[in-house]
């Protein structure tokens, strides 16, 4: 079966510092890699999608950014936190084959700037 | 782009009663409609879901209802219990998207 793993679960960082959060898929294949933000409040924001090792794209301008080194593997990143960057961040994969757009959620970090 | 409208946004039911919650979308193309449900601290579970070519699919106390004329579906608990206490997603995709469009949440409150 299929798993997806999230960390650090939580997170304090200062303003103006580096963020990195990280996401590991196990159990599939090339699977479609999202990061969504959820703010205060219950809605979803789709920050960034990826089909592929090194695809990467971009549904809000910000100053975070995506990777993805390997096939299962998800990175959010920031040289510089904003405090407006504080929120729940939940990574999803999605692709299941012969699937219609599933998507399954990881456990979420919470991350708070200070 | 498609848009995903959900009501309502709070929903208080007592323990053994049924809850629905309402979504409407605006792309006829849509066709695929899962239903998550999100406890409080955690990731959104898929809890059900629903494909254009069927109106009705159950699974032990809930349903989902699709009725694609009037682009509206619903999600329908059944002698709500309080662990069923959480912010429920609707979201709507075309089957060769990769992206869901998310209603807006409803937290649902079972008091016992």
């Known amino acids: 079966s299929q798993t997806i793993h999230q960390w650090p679960a939580t997170l304090v960082q200062p303003v103006g510092s580096p963020l990195s959060l990280e996401c590991t898929v196990e159990?599939?294949?090339?699977?479609?890699l999202y990061w969504y933000r959820q703010a205060a409040g219950r809605g979803l924001q789709l920050l960034f999608y990826?089909?592929?090792?090194?695809?990467i794209s971009s549904e809000v301008p910000q100053n975070l950014s995506a990777s993805r080194p390997q096939d299962r593997q998800f990175i959010l990143s920031s040289k510089k936190l904003l405090l407006s960057d504080s929120g729940f961040y939940l990574c999803?994969?999605?692709?299941?084959?012969?699937?219609?757009?599933?998507?399954?959620f990881g456990p979420g970090t919470r991350l708070t700037v200070l | 782009g498609e848009n995903v409208e959900q009501h309502p946004s709070t929903l208080s039911v007592q323990e053994g009663d049924s809850a629905v919650i309402k979504c409407t979308y605006s792309?006829?193309?849509?066709?695929?409609f899962p239903w998550y449900k999100q406890e409080l601290g955690k990731g959104p579970q898929l809890i059900i879901d629903?494909?254009?070519?069927?109106g009705e699919k159950k699974d032990q106390r809930i349903a989902v209802t699709l009725n694609k004329t009037a682009k509206h579906f619903s999600l329908h608990i059944t002698e709500t219990q309080p662990e069923d206490s959480a912010v429920y997603f609707c979201?709507?995709?075309?089957?060769?998207?990769?992206?869901?469009?998310f209603g807006s949440g409803t937290q649902l409150t079972v008091l016992p």
């Open positions: 999803a994969w999605g692709g299941l084959a012969g699937g219609g757009g599933e998507q399954f």
């Open positions: 159990g599939t294949s090339n699977p479609n």
């Open positions: 990826s089909v592929g090792i090194g695809q």
């Open positions: 792309d006829s193309a849509s066709n695929y």
């Open positions: 629903i494909r254009s070519n069927v």
């Open positions: 979201a709507a995709s075309k089957g060769s998207a990769r992206q869901l469009t």
